[in-house]
């Protein structure tokens, strides 16, 4: 069987001069030409013959080779539709374990597809995301509850930073909450520019979401819990109070509100970007409670 090769620059600009390639900013094309960093990716997902890989974004293929290697089964969802030729004809057509599909992935009903090829087993989820589309992605196979094990993704960088850190930084917001109550975040690497072609004009990181069997923090409403996150980072350098007054998703009255923070124990003049996850979880219960 044919071995991954696209890592390798001189395959890739091959593949692109043959088929006259051209790409499209608008789907945020910028392809791995780095081995170090594909063999990073797939050694930190620990894919094993027994898993079924979802890959977002197969752009010519460099990846989906290492995860046919890898994995039982790969699904790879590619929305450009002129590259689809170029992977089911040439660049995949050594491997029988991969199916390429021509979606967005944003219409793409996962939990279905987890369903069908891997009985409703977590599955593992794979990409090098367009950037445009990262938050979006991340927050609908979360909230969605889309059985997954472990999301291995390449994103900016800043966005990367962003998962990760708690409160009293400027890169805390929704985003932080919202993968820290589902997952486990680890920077797996940092990927210069120069790894892509064409080059990206920011910096990159490989982050690794684990998913938690069971969220670090107990909450009756999740959905209500959201909202408060949400409103608070909606309007961040308002106190929380305001914020919630003024959030279009949520009716509390000042009383409520005020009710709701003095039984959690949270000042009402502090703003919603000081608050931890454990905090906005107390405060979700107790307003819960008010209705
Ligand atoms: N995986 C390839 C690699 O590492 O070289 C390509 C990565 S490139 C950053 C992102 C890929 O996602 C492109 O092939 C692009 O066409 C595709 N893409 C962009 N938006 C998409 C969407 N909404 N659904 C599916 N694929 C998308």
Not at 9 to 22: D, G, H, R, S
Not at 100 to 115: G, H
Not at 159 to 167: E, H, I, K, Y
Not at 219 to 224: A, F, G, H, S
Request: proline fraction near 6%; charged fraction near 25%.
């Amino acid at each position: 069987m044919t071995r991954p090769y696209l890592g390798n620059p001189k395959y890739t600009i091959e593949v692109l001069q043959k088929y006259n390639f051209a790409f499209q900013k608008r789907f945020g094309q910028n392809f791995l030409i780095d081995t170090h960093v594909l063999e990073k990716i797939i050694e930190a997902s620990q894919i094993t013959r027994d898993d079924f890989v979802l890959e977002i974004g197969p752009g010519i293929g460099t990846m989906t080779q290492y995860l046919a290697e890898a994995a039982r089964e790969v699904v790879a969802v590619e929305i450009d539709k002129t590259l689809i030729p170029i992977l089911e004809n040439d660049t995949l057509k050594d491997w029988d374990n991969v199916t390429v599909i021509n979606e967005d992935i944003l219409k793409v009903d996962i939990a279905a597809l987890a369903q069908e090829k891997n009985g409703g087993k977590p599955i593992k989820v794979v990409a090098n995301l367009p950037y445009y589309i990262t938050t979006p992605i991340i927050m609908g196979l979360f909230e969605n509850h889309v059985p997954i094990s472990s999301i291995t993704i390449m994103v900016q960088k800043e966005v990367a930073d962003r998962m990760q850190v708690g409160p009293g930084t400027k890169d805390y917001g929704a985003l932080s909450l919202a993968v820290q109550y589902y997952a486990r975040p680890q920077i797996i690497a940092n990927v210069p520019p120069n790894c892509f072609m064409p080059r990206p004009k920011v910096g990159s990181a490989v982050i690794q979401l684990v998913r938690y069997e069971e969220p670090p923090v107990q909450v009756d409403n999740e959905k209500l819990m959201f909202r408060l996150i949400r409103a608070s980072f909606n309007q961040r350098r308002k106190t929380l109070v305001n914020g919630l007054k003024n959030s279009q998703e949520l009716d509390f009255s000042k009383e409520e509100i005020e009710k709701a923070m003095a039984e959690t124990g949270i000042p009402v003049n502090v703003r919603g970007e000081a608050l931890t996850l454990k905090e906005f979880a107390d405060l979700a219960n107790a307003f819960n409670k008010l209705r």
